[in-house]
């Protein structure tokens, strides 16, 4: 079975999501499964989900998609370079075939090309003033001048990331890209796209009909009930934590968690201690050196405190299993022939009789991360912990998509 790769957060699942996944579907013959990776509890933008995964692979699923496999928290709360190879890597292990992505201009081609340029590239990153991703645009920029307008774009960072982690593996999926409508860097509520960023911001606010026209009936009434008993992440919440763990962990606490280097642990350890808010510690945190996103991963390690070894580890070895979280009768077929050669969890009780050891502390490391988003839930009725032992995954019909 031919089957496509699509890697999101689907935060929250949107218009502009729905016809990515209509066109792969319309590009594609009829028999090809369209499988999304999908982050969990936490987005690589380094803070929890605004909804949890279990509705967001619904949604993809009745929009689509025919199965929706979580990219475990390591993964999702990477740079860009760890998020694409988790997310190819998985991609690869599942047998899938191919990947999708959204771009703003480019062919695959294109990115492929910058893909093994950046991959010939090396240089000191210590001498570096900026982001390790702007350093790596402003280097393609000169090498493959004819490409640089590319590398401006929202989505080209990790459609170039998607395409060194394809030449990285034993034998390349193909790629192809989609061209987007809207884009990432849209805030505006009069054109036929928005960002989900925007929609995340607005959401805030409440439910309205500015928002729901840019909701398809896969996620609408869903969100519109999230929001009402307050089962959404409480962002203020979230940030109350990760000021109580800056003001708690010590320097050389802060050394054994993943990217507290170059002196960080000092300059994170004192803004936490003396500032009030999340926010205002970030920015005083923040350099030219340290994208912001950078820093907000950093908070989610703070309170999830993984060791610098287990990223390490997970770096290397990537993905132990592949945990199904929805699927329909296609996907049901593509999971018969995926689980002869990798492990396929649908309920952690299986961890430890199929997965590795680096495989189990993955998952524990993805329920640890479910947990916390369960917890910084506005409503308290919503915050119990270990949902993941008792939610099965969710199988759809036909009849319980959009058609």
């Not at 031919?2 to 319309?26: C, D, K, M, Q, W």
């Not at 760890?82 to 703003?104: D, K, N, P």
């Amino acid at each position: 079975m031919e089957a496509i790769a699509v890697i999101a957060e689907f935060n929250p699942f949107h218009t502009g999501h729905a016809y990515l996944l209509s066109e792969i579907r319309r590009q594609s013959p009829p028999d090809t499964a369209i499988i999304v990776i999908l982050s969990g509890a936490f987005v690589q933008r380094g803070e929890p989900a605004l909804f949890d995964k279990c509705h967001r692979a619904r949604w993809a699923v009745r929009s689509g998609a025919d199965a929706v496999f979580e990219l475990p928290a390591v993964y999702a709360l990477s740079s860009a370079e760890g998020f694409a190879s988790g997310g190819i890597r998985l991609a690869y292990r599942l047998g899938c075939t191919s990947l999708a992505c959204g771009v703003e201009e480019g062919t695959a081609a294109d990115f492929l090309r910058l893909g093994k340029t950046a991959l010939s590239l090396s240089y000191d990153e210590s001498t570096k003033t900026a982001t390790a991703g702007r350093n790596q645009t402003n280097d393609l920029a000169k090498a493959l001048p004819e490409l640089a307008g590319l590398l401006d774009q929202p989505n080209a960072l990790l459609a170039l990331e998607y395409a060194k982690a394809i030449l990285a593996l034993p034998s390349p999926l193909a790629m192809q890209t989609v061209p987007r409508r809207g884009s990432h860097a849209e805030n505006s509520f009069d054109q036929p796209f928005t960002s989900a960023s925007a929609l995340r911001r607005e959401l805030k606010k409440g439910f309205s009909s500015r928002v729901a026209a840019y909701l398809p009936p896969s996620s609408r009434s869903d969100i519109e009930v999230l929001l009402k008993t307050g089962s959404f992440t409480d962002y203020d919440r979230y940030g109350d934590f990760v000021s109580l763990e800056g003001r708690l962990l010590t320097p050389e606490q802060l050394c054994r968690l993943p990217a507290f280097t170059e002196g960080l642990e000092n300059r994170w350890h004192k803004a936490f201690s003396t500032l009030s808010t999340y926010e205002e510690a970030l920015s005083a945190i923040k350099t030219k050196r340290y994208a912001f996103s950078r820093l907000c991963r950093m908070g989610a390690y703070t309170v999830l405190q993984p060791s610098q070894d287990f990223f390490n580890d997970a770096y290397r070895e990537g993905p132990q299993y592949g945990r199904i979280l929805a699927f329909n009768e296609r996907g049901t077929a593509f999971l018969k022939q995926t689980k002869a050669t990798f492990p396929i969890l649908t309920k952690p009780a299986q961890a430890k009789k199929i997965l590795s050891p680096l495989g189990q502390a993955q998952l524990t490391f993805d329920i640890r991360a479910n947990d916390i988003q369960a917890l910084c839930f506005r409503s308290t009725s919503c915050r119990q912990g270990r949902r993941d032992y008792y939610t099965p995954p969710c199988y759809l019909s036909q009849a319980d998509g959009e058609g």
